[in-house]
Nanobody, 121 residues
């Protein structure tokens, strides 16, 4: 069994910065793509950013130039540095990863429990 645990959410003023972290744990053989998604009540979950094992990144247009995703393959962790945050960045942020577990074939898509980010204007 594997799990993702996020940390770092909280309250931040508009224009400020916040950093999120996510750790994968369990019987992990390999972690492939990792990413961050966010969801506002009443709306669909949306992509924020993804990063491949080789550190190729992809960002939603709404966060390009403000957010930076990074990862540490040795620690099975992914990070999201959020700068110049806006009120519209307020959401529950979810960590996501494709994980191959020890002794199993293929990759599982795993989600974290979510961490709330609130941007005050």
């Amino acid at each position: 069994q594997v799990q993702l645990v996020e940390s770092g959410g909280g309250l931040v003023q508009a224009g400020g910065s916040l950093s999120l972290s996510c750790a994968a744990s369990g019987s992990i053989f390999r972690v492939n793509v990792m990413g961050w998604y966010r969801q506002v009540p009443g709306k669909q979950r949306e992509l924020v950013a993804t990063i491949t094992r080789g550190s190729t990144t992809n960002y939603a247009d709404s966060v390009k130039g403000r957010f930076t995703i990074s990862r540490d393959n040795a620690k099975n962790m992914v990070y999201l540095q959020m700068n110049s945050v806006k009120a519209e960045d307020t959401a529950v942020y979810y960590c996501n990863a494709d994980i191959a577990t020890v002794g199993a074939y293929g990759y599982l898509e795993v989600w974290g429990q979510g961490t709330l980010v609130t941007v005050s204007s």
